[in-house]
């Protein structure tokens, strides 16, 4: 490390001239006993922290219980000044609130002494709007869970070129890497799958066949302009026999791109076999 890098790590002297530069910061100084040995203004005013209250003020009265778990890690590393990682820490605020931020922990040099400076940032708007996502993420997956209908995703890792032709857009959503993402459990019961077994590890083509009948269905998807409903397709089950599903099929396309395909199913293979009886009652042949 050069000697500026030094110098920008130790607090000898103007001791806290750094941590006081930008007040958006919430910057506090943790020694190797976990006793915070200082804090900036603006995190001593966020928690209700007064000058005199600063006597031996452990991290555990600042921060929660993960939050100092993570501290007591950083501190307990075998590294040298100038280590430093990014950490996401709570801290507890007025009344009890808990504060979310983003801290930046780097191992410094305080009085002669190895201590760590967390520098945070309040995740402030943007961890409202990723607490909400995460609600809203975690709201959604339980309704698809427990949904008795089949609901199913298939996620291309080779994005599929939709401004291609329509034979060369069915070769590859069919020779593109895809796999299976939140496909609930009516869908793993509707194929038959061991109880122990999750379907997003299994390979896509296993329970979705390339055959005529399935190039035919993701032909009716592209000229539906891929929002289609009671689409029939012939899938596999787990134990290989064959299962008509009816299909409501919505996807993703970002800049010509197919992401992802969605929708839900409904078995119909019962009323599909008595459809076929009847053709070849009636003296026709395949349906």
């Not at 959604?140 to 291609?164: G, Y």
């Not at 939140?182 to 019961?189: F, G, T, V």
Request: glycine share 8%; hydrophobic share 40%; proline share 2%.
């Amino acid at each position: 490390m050069s000697e500026m890098g030094n110098s920008e790590l130790s607090f000898d002297g103007d001791r806290f001239a750094l941590a006081q530069c930008d007040s958006d910061f919430l910057v506090d100084i943790v020694d190797e006993d976990g006793i915070v040995r200082w804090m900036s203004a603006s995190q001593s005013e966020l928690l209700g922290i007064a000058d005199t209250d600063m006597r031996q003020v452990s991290i555990e009265t600042v921060y929660d219980g993960t939050s100092v778990e993570k501290i007591r890690a950083m501190l307990g590393r075998n590294a040298g000044i100038g280590f430093a990682a990014t950490l996401e820490l709570r801290m507890f605020g007025r009344a009890g609130r808990a504060i979310r931020t983003v801290a930046r922990a780097t191992i410094v040099a305080d009085g002669g002494e190895r201590a760590l400076r967390l520098s945070k940032i309040e995740f402030g708007q943007v961890g409202s709007h990723y607490d909400q996502l995460t609600a809203d993420f975690m709201l959604l997956s339980n309704i698809i869970r427990h949904a008795k209908e089949a609901h199913w995703a298939i996620v291309f890792l080779e994005p599929v070129d939709t401004t291609q032709g329509r034979d060369e857009i069915i070769r590859q959503v069919f020779e593109n890497q895809s796999v299976w993402r939140m496909c609930n459990p009516a869908l793993s019961r509707l194929y038959g799958l061991p109880e122990d077994m999750d379907l997003s590890t299994q390979s896509v083509r296993l329970y979705w066949p390339r055959s005529p009948e399935n190039e035919a269905f993701v032909g009716h998807i592209i000229d539906g302009s891929y929002s289609v409903d009671d689409a029939v397709s012939v899938d596999r089950k787990h134990d290989g026999t064959s299962l008509y599903v009816s299909n409501d099929v919505r996807a993703d396309i970002v800049d010509g791109f197919l992401i992802r395909l969605w929708g839900n199913i409904r078995n119909v293979t019962e009323l599909s076999e008595a459809k076929q009886k009847l053709y070849d009652g009636e003296g026709g042949g395949q349906l």
